[in-house]
């Protein structure tokens, strides 16, 4: 027996060669499957939009059942699930906005977009007050200190040819 190739969408295995595989994939089936597969993960907003401009199924909702599927050109969703898609929509758009609603804390992003719309002030390194470096009061007595253990000063940072003495 050679080697098989499994299509999760479908559930289904055949023999892996080229041209089985490509008849699989660009079959309706296959497609339709892989269709299904992902509208499950489709965003609320998306879904209402589109089942809102969708006309009934009658035979769905008179039988519960429709030969065509989720291929179906007629909506399949009932009007309390109408109801309930636009309630997770707005509740979804009102935590975008506001707070999010699991912990009570603001949303990041409003927070960023906000501080990057609203940042007016002008910070320049003349209001940075720079920490003051105490050199431990044994290390007074050594001359020879390594530049290292010097204390940082503004004065120290720019003068860069020191650094040629760390070695």
């Not at 009658?58 to 909506?75: I, P």
């Not at 009007?79 to 636009?86: A, F, S, T, V």
Request: charged share 25%; aromatic share 14%; hydrophobic share 25%.
């Amino acid at each position: 027996m050679g080697r098989r190739y499994y299509c999760e969408y479908c559930d289904r295995s055949f023999k892996d060669d080229p041209e089985a595989r490509k008849k699989h994939l660009s079959s309706l089936q296959h497609a339709k499957n892989r269709a299904d597969h992902y509208n499950m993960f489709k965003d609320p907003e998306i879904i209402l939009r589109e089942e809102s401009t969708k006309i009934p199924c009658k035979w769905y909702l008179t039988n519960g059942e429709c030969a065509f599927g989720l291929g179906c050109r007629y909506s399949h969703y009932t009007p309390p699930m109408i109801w309930e898609l636009q309630h997770l929509v707005a509740m979804k758009n009102q935590s975008k906005l506001n707070i999010n609603l699991e912990n009570g804390w603001p949303n990041p992003d409003d927070i960023i977009k906000e501080y990057f719309e609203n940042n007016t002030s002008t910070s320049t390194t003349d209001d940075f007050t720079y920490p003051n470096w105490h050199r431990p009061s044994e290390l007074h007595n050594y001359s020879m200190l390594s530049p290292s253990l010097w204390p940082i000063t503004p004065e120290s940072l720019a003068n860069t040819t020191r650094f040629e003495e760390w070695g």
